[in-house]
């Protein structure tokens, strides 16, 4: 009995290892974890570290001195104009090498300007906020750009991140769903799984729809809530950026799929409240909506994360709009 227990432990450790090969050489799924070498806290705050490297969502990533993220590990700022861009871990460039995000696309389009990216992962209105006095001190900047992502408005963060302390995000309203979120050990888990397995990330995203989760609990909430703190937000970056400041909305996967009114709520109920600031505002959802297959737009399994496909569309439409 104890020899065909171990036989049996033996060939499915066997099947799950081959499965996790096949998901990784068909790329069929990605991964969602940071290294912990890459974020620190201060102040309840995120910060990434000055000098640093390592991997994010599977993508080698490079920290400036001042840390921002940059292309190299030696890459050097030269030009005297600079462009500041604000946002967070989409802006940023979950999964994709810097070279083929939507900053990094620019920044080689147009080496006579400094693009800073002052992106952090999991950032929200009020980390911004807290910002001000930085994206205020950094000198020689010409134009700033808020990328916004929908759940910028939320008060907690989903960063996944091994060693720093966890904040858990619960998505949608499913009350079995909410009461794993709580156990430590199912929390524990599912952290070390998306930092480790394409195939638990594969299964995950086929059988539980995470962009639809998600995405419900951001249309929830601009329902059920103000977003004053974003006007706030935009009105105090429009003093820093005088006339040169760009305000862009991006979509959820999920929001891509029909396209609807009501879909689209969120994005509307922005541009509504932006409508007499009189800043540079884009809503580039339209766009997604319009385009060949949208889902492949976005990170695999992933609620609002870009592709390269997705950060080559965003690159795209800014060099038309943006004065560079």
Known sequence: MKKIIIINFVAIVFIILFLELIVRFLNLSGLMGID??????????????????????NAKVYIDSNGYRVPTKSYQYKASKSLLFIGDSTTFGNGVIEEETFVGRLRKEFNEINFIN????????????????IYKDIANVDTIIYVITLNDVFSSSNVV??????????????FFLSKLSENIIIKELNFILRNKSYLYMYIKGTFSDPPKRYFKNVHKFYKENEILSLLNLVKNLKE???????????????????????????????????????INYY??????????????????????????????LVYNLLKNRINF
Not at 263 to 275: D, F, G, R, T, V
Not at 296 to 309: A, I
């Open 161 to 174: 991140n091994l060693t720093v302390e966890k904040k858990f995000q619960v998505n949608g309203n499913n």
């Open 283 to 312: 809503d580039f959802t339209k766009y997604f909506c319009n385009s060949k297959n949208p889902k492949q737009k976005f990170y695999k399994f992933d609620p609002m994360h870009l592709s390269v496909e997705g950060h080559e």
């Open 240 to 278: 820093i950026a005088n006339s040169n400041l760009y305000v862009i909305t991006l979509p959820y996967e999920y929001q891509t799929r029909e396209c609807t009114e009501d879909a689209l709520y969120p994005q509307n109920k922005i541009k509504e409240m932006l409508s007499n600031l009189e």
């Open 36 to 57: 912990s070498g890459l974020i620190y806290e201060k102040n309840n705050i995120n910060y990434l570290v000055p000098g640093s490297s390592g991997l994010l969502f």
């Open 118 to 133: 002052t992106a952090v992962p999991g950032y929200q209105v009020k980390h911004y906020a807290q910002n001000l006095p």
